[in-house]
């Protein structure tokens, strides 16, 4: 049966099952609006279309599904840039549908025409330009199985108006077949042995579990085997989530501002078992020094990511999960191999918990309000059965260090771009996805002000996501770094012109909240917490606090600044 | 180092830039490249000159694989191969030399495609050392214009690179 573009372009979507779509119009999008609105796929229309990306991101991270958005052309596209590349390198499975000037226009540099596949080239797994009607299916099919197979990421497909317009046959390919593309699942048994033997020789194995622990849904593996042959755990920032952060072999977070216990035991460690993760600069500190007596294994399903940036002995190419199920299974079977294993490392786990124990996370209690006490309240207080997002800054990184992460996809952070404005427009997208659950943007009074837009679209949707806004008058991570790097000069960093951020929420019927002191932190996060609507809560902390552990850039994990 | 890299690339619009992208994306200097449809007029091959030390490279064959249109990466460090470029020289002509460089082509098993009354164009196709050859013996009598292919390379013998397609080991289909 012939249909148009625009009727594909539905059909397609409901074969996903597409529940939510992330949008905003434009000329070029009429056509498939149109067709959008008969339909019932659930559109949420945002307030601009970084927004959109973010929000279908979020959505993505919280439900491991695919995200969806879609958006004008011309500065639509480019306005989605950002998320974009955001999503690229926290490796986020998302289908972005830009619309097109008609194919007869296309660089002709008509109205509202960019070269958007040109542009997002370098931040997306894979992009497409739809020339003829009659391939729209198909692409749509191939951009959803590109987006949510191997290493996941974005896709783009670039739909011009005439495109949505014509008349074309319709069929829904229910399988996929790109003979260039066969991404690796299962692997090398022979590696996974070799690696086994590595680990069972050792005296001091330290997990480092990276984002593909979450992707992967591995989480569970990972716990498993690290408590079989007990190895203490780090995590990156992307990783956290990814086991228990109340579990005794957890270490916390690695890098920049990891904690003493995760560092230390990654330096001295003699085996590192890295899963899902990429080995990112703010992860190992200076390279050269990094890990400098350990035999490395790597597992990722992205062969590009292994000894990429340093030398791996133990390759293993697959997705983490299968290969943790393996090692399992090998060291339930091959008992021999492990014999006095526990033995060899017993000083080793003792080590650790004396680092634990003498250098844990803290900070001075000097009777200002803090902003790390009111990260362990919101802990407390939900019992870390909440979907955190965060801003990007000193916000971001207090969160990792305490709030302790349960369960994995309660953490929605933008790891490898470090995007300021990702954490409200994610939470938007996360609470479409989870309707019921309690959403926190934790946030910045800069970040905030990046994407403060979408308080309109929360509150349209009846999205009621809470922004916890831990208030410095700073860009406060800039600020830090001019406080020890810069004596003091604080240039551009003091936001002393930021609103009335109570008296925003409200002007767009919002709730708004303001915390000055310690003692009203607890009843009024309670009170915003059940509040029905999307509330803001205005905590103004102490403007100079810094975080730490911080390992200066360019500094070896070891050379960390304690409190 | 020098590397010759061979990549077998579905014959679509958007490949050779997203290709392309990828070296200029990590800043590194394509000294030549040549593309052109194979057998299969689905799919092109492109031969790829560029300089860099062994691990740099190993990242850009492992990248190049990862894209998705791109179906069989070699890189011929380690391969027994053959490449051939070709040039076209056009020189000025003049009674002293009218004689002389048409004994040099000969020499160099090449060709004069074009004569005019004061041009030769000359067509020489070899591997790289020949065309050197060439060109310093005949750039003291004076050359207007120069155009080089860059090599096309082929392993010796039996090898070809296969349209093999990569192939999923195992797992499910999707989840990642
Ligand atoms: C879009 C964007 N622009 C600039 C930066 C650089 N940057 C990193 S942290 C930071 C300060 C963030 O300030 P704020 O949101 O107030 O959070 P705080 O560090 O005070 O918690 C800046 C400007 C960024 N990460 N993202």
Known sequence: MKKNGSQIFVEALKAEGIDALFCYPGGATLNITDALGLSDIGQIVVRHEQGAVHAADGYARASGRVGVSLVTSGPGATNAVTGIATAYLDSIPLVIFSCQVPTMLIGNDAFQEVDIVGITRPCTKHSYLVKDVNDLARIIKEAFYIAKSGRPGPVLVDIPKDVSAALGEFKYPDKVHIRSYQPTYTGHLGQIKKAMKLIASSKKPVFYAGGGIILSGASEELTKLASMLSIPVANTLMGLGGFPGNHPLFLGMLGMHGTYAANMAITESDVIIAVGARFDDR?????????????????????????????????????????????????????????????????????????????????????????????????????????????????????????????????????????????????????????????????????????????????????????????????????????????????????????????????????????????DVDRVLRAAFQDKRPAFVDILVNPEESVYPMVPAGASLREMLLV | MRHIISILAENEFGVLSRVAGLFSGRGFNIESICVAETLDPTTSSMTIVTEGDDAIIEQVLKQLNKLINVIKVVDFKDADYVSREMVLVKVSTDDKIREEVPRMVKIFRGRIIDVSPKTYTIMITGDEAKIQAFLALIKPLGIKELVRTGPIAMMRGEKTIKMKEKHSKGGEEDGY
């Open chain 1, 283 to 519: 992860a190992t500190g200076k390279v050269d020094e990094f890990a400098p007596h350990a035999k490395v294994i790597h597992i990722d399903i992205d062969p590009t990511s292994i000894s990429k940036n340093i030398h791996v002995d133990v390759p293993i190419v697959g997705n983490s999960r299968d290969v943790l199920r393996k090692m399992i299974e090998i060291a339930t079977e091959d008992r021999d191999d492990f014999e006095n294993y526990q033995s060899h490392i017993s000083e080793w786990i003792h080590e650790t918990e004396r680092w634990k124990k003498e250098y844990p996370l803290t900070y001075m209690r000097n009777g200002t309000l803090k902003p790390q006490y009111v990260i362990e309240r919101i802990f407390d207080i939900t019992g870390g059965n909440a979907i955190i997002t965060t801003e990007v800054g000193q916000n971001q990184m207090w969160t990792a260090q305490f709030y302790k992460f349960l369960k994995p996809r309660t953490l929605l952070t933008s790891g490898g771009l470090g995007t300021m404005g990702f954490g409200f427009p994610a939470g938007i997208g996360a609470q479409v996805a989870y309707p019921d659950a309690l959403v926190i943007d934790i946030a910045g009074d800069g970040s905030i002000q990046m994407n403060i837009q979408e308080l309109a679209t929360a509150v349209q949707y009846g999205l009621p996501v809470k922004v916890v806004i831990l208030n410095n008058g700073y860009l406060g991570m800039v600020r830090q770094w001019q406080e020890l790097f810069y004596e003091k000069r604080y240039t551009w960093t003091p936001m002393q012109y930021a609103p009335d951020f109570v008296k925003v929420a409200e002007a767009y019927g919002a709730a708004g909240f303001r915390i000055e002191k310690e003692e």
